[in-house]
T-cell receptor, first 117, second 112 residues
Framework: GAVVSQHPSWVICKSGTSVKIECRSL??????MFWYRQFPKQSLMLMAT?????????EQGVEKDKFLINHASLTLSTLTVTSAHPEDSSFYIC?????????????FGPGTRLTVL | GESVGLHLPTLSVQEGDNSIINCAYS??????FIWYKQESGKGPQFIID?????DKRQGQRVTVLLNKTVKHLSLQIAATQPGDSAVYFC???????????FGTGTKLQVIP
C-alpha cells in the first residue's frame, strides 16, 4: 500500500514553454501533498505544501506564479512549471501524506526529470 | 541552483559488515525523524522513523538511534548488502502536520 505515482517520469521541453507534472496517490487519500526539487548530488528542497481544496503554501524563494500547484482532489496534485528556463531543469519529486495511514509518514513518488533546452 | 563541485559524503563498507550512517539535526523543536533511502534516478524510499520520546527503534536489519542531547541521529544497517548501495537522507519534522526537512545525505557504497 501507500503508492505514489508521478507522470511523466521525464520530460524535455523548450525554453519558454510550460510543463505540467502530475502526482497521484494510488491506494490512499492524501489530504496533504508536497513538492520537492532536487539538483544533482544535493538534497531534496521543499518547494511547497499542497492541501486538498486550498491554496498551496510556498517556501521562501519559490515563485508561486512560476510554479503553479493545484490539489483538486484527495488523490491528485499537479505542478505546472510556467515559462520554463534551463535553470529549472531538475528532478521534481512529490510526496503524499495520508489522512488514514500513519499521519506523519510521507510517501514519495518516483520523481520527474525535467530538462529545459 | 546547482552547486558546482558538490560531493556527498561517502561511506564505503564491505559486504556483510555493519554500516553506520550519522546525521546531525539543528532544530530543537523537531520531534519526529525519518531515514530515507534514495537510489539513483528514483524517489526516496521510507526506511524507518522514530519519535522524540524514544532513543532507539529497530526494523528489519536497520536500527535508528536518537540522541536528543546532542541532536544526533544514526542509522545502523546490519549485514550490509550490495542492494543497500544508495544515498541515505535523514529528515526531521516538528511533528503533527509540519513539513519535513531533509539533511544533506550520505552515499553508501557496498564493496562486494
Amino acid at each position: 500500500g501507500a503508492v505514489v505515482s508521478q507522470h511523466p517520469s521525464w520530460v524535455i521541453c523548450k525554453s519558454g514553454t510550460s510543463v505540467k507534472i502530475e502526482c497521484r496517490s494510488l491506494d490512499f487519500q492524501a489530504t496533504t501533498m508536497f513538492w520537492y526539487r532536487q539538483f544533482p548530488k544535493q538534497s531534496l528542497m521543499l518547494m511547497a505544501t499542497s492541501n486538498e481544496g486550498s491554496k498551496a503554501t510556498y517556501e521562501q524563494g519559490v515563485e508561486k506564479d512560476k510554479f503553479l500547484i493545484n490539489h483538486a482532489s484527495l488523490t491528485l496534485s499537479t505542478l505546472t512549471v510556467t515559462s520554463a528556463h534551463p535553470e529549472d531543469s531538475s528532478f521534481y519529486i512529490c510526496s503524499a501524506r495520508s489522512s488514514h495511514l500513519n499521519t506523519d509518514t510521507q510517501y514519495f513518488g518516483p520523481g520527474t526529470r525535467l530538462t529545459v533546452l | 541552483g546547482e552547486s558546482v563541485g558538490l560531493h556527498l559524503p561517502t561511506l564505503s563498507v564491505q559486504e556483510g559488515d555493519n554500516s553506520i550512517i550519522n546525521c546531525a539535526y539543528s532544530n530543537s523543536a523537531s520531534d519526529y525523524f525519518i531515514w530515507y533511502k534514495q537510489e539513483s534516478g528514483k524517489g526516496p524510499q521510507f526506511i524507518i522513523d522514530i519519535r522524540s520520546n524514544m532513543d532507539k527503534r529497530q526494523g528489519q536489519r536497520v536500527t535508528v538511534l536518537l540522541n536528543k542531547t546532542v541532536k544526533h541521529l544514526s542509522l545502523q544497517i546490519a549485514a550490509t548488502q550490495p542492494g543497500d548501495s544508495a544515498v541515505y537522507f535523514c529528515a526531521e519534522s516538528a511533528g503533527g502536520y509540519q513539513k519535513v526537512t531533509f539533511g544533506t545525505g550520505t552515499k553508501l557504497q557496498v564493496i562486494p
